[in-house]
C-alpha cells in the first residue's frame, strides 16, 4: 500500500517536471519568435525601448523624438564610440576581449563590457539590471543584431532609445532638453557631456557636468577628436 503511494507520487511528480519543461520550451521559442520578427520589423520602423514600455506600463511620460541618423550630429556619434564602444566598427556586435576582462572581475559584470550592439540589444529586449544571465542573453541578442543590421541602423537605433534622464529618450530629446537645440546642432563639448553622462543618466546633467562627469567628459572631447578612422562603418 505504501509502496504504491509512493509510486503514484512519484510519477505525479515526473508528469508535473514534464510539463514543466515542456512549458519552458514552449514559452523559449516563442520568445525566440517574437525576437525574429522583432528584430526584422524594427530594422525598419523605430522602435522602442523595454524602458519606454515599463514608464507607459505605469502611466509615466516619455519624451521620445526619433531622428535619422543624418540628423544627428557626428559629434555626438564620435564621442559616444569613443566613450562607450571604441573598436564599434572592427567586431561583430561583442568584444570578446572585453567580455573576458569583465568575467574575470570578482564584483561582477559591468558596463564596461557592454557594446553599443549589446546595449542595443538590452534597451529592446531585456531589463536594466545587472546580472549574469543578462550579460549572456545580451550576447547572442548582440551577434544576432549585429548580422542582421548594418553598423548605421544599430548606432542610429541605439542613438534613438538611449536613456538620458529620466524619462528622456534619444538623441533628439536630450538636445532639445539640456542644450535648446536639435541633436544635429550639437557642438564637440555638448556631445562629450552627452556621451560621459550614459553609464548615469538619471543623475548626471548633461547641461551642467561636475566632478567625475565633467572630467570623463573632457576626456571623451579630447579623443573623439582623431575618432574618425574608428567610424569608418558609419559613412
Given amino acids: 500500500m505504501k509502496r504504491g503511494a509512493g509510486t503514484s507520487r512519484g510519477s505525479f511528480v515526473r508528469r508535473a517536471l514534464g510539463r514543466v519543461a515542456r512549458l519552458a520550451v514552449v514559452l523559449a521559442l ?113 551577434l544576432a543584431l549585429g548580422a542582421v543590421w548594418p553598423r548605421r541602423r544599430i548606432m542610429e537605433v541605439y542613438l534613438n532609445v538611449a536613456e538620458w534622464g529620466e524619462g528622456v529618450f534619444g538623441a533628439e530629446a536630450a538636445a532639445q532638453r539640456y542644450f535648446r537645440k536639435s541633436a544635429q546642432a550639437l557642438t564637440p563639448r555638448e556631445a562629450a557631456a552627452l556621451a560621459a553622462a550614459l553609464p548615469n543618466p538619471v543623475l548626471r546633467n548633461p547641461a551642467r557636468p561636475a566632478g567625475r562627469h565633467a572630467a570623463l567628459a573632457r576626456i571623451v572631447e579630447r579623443r573623439a577628436r582623431g575618432a574618425a578612422p574608428w567610424l569608418d562603418c558609419l559613412p
Fill in 30 to 142: 516563442a520568445w525566440a519568435a517574437l525576437l525574429i520578427v522583432l528584430i526584422g520589423l524594427w530594422s525598419v520602423v523605430p522602435p522602442v525601448s523595454t524602458l519606454m514600455l515599463g514608464r507607459w506600463a505605469t502611466l509615466r511620460g516619455v519624451d521620445r523624438d526619433w531622428v535619422p541618423l543624418e540628423r544627428i550630429s557626428r559629434n555626438l556619434v564620435a564621442a559616444v564610440v569613443t566613450a562607450e564602444d571604441a573598436r564599434f566598427c572592427r567586431h561583430g556586435g561583442v568584444d570578446w576581449d572585453a567580455i573576458g576582462t569583465v568575467l574575470g572581475d570578482e564584483d561582477g559584470p559591468s558596463r564596461g563590457a557592454s557594446t553599443i550592439a549589446m546595449q542595443t540589444a538590452k534597451n529592446l529586449f531585456l531589463w536594466p539590471s545587472r546580472s549574469y544571465v543578462r550579460k549572456g542573453l545580451e550576447a547572442p541578442l548582440a
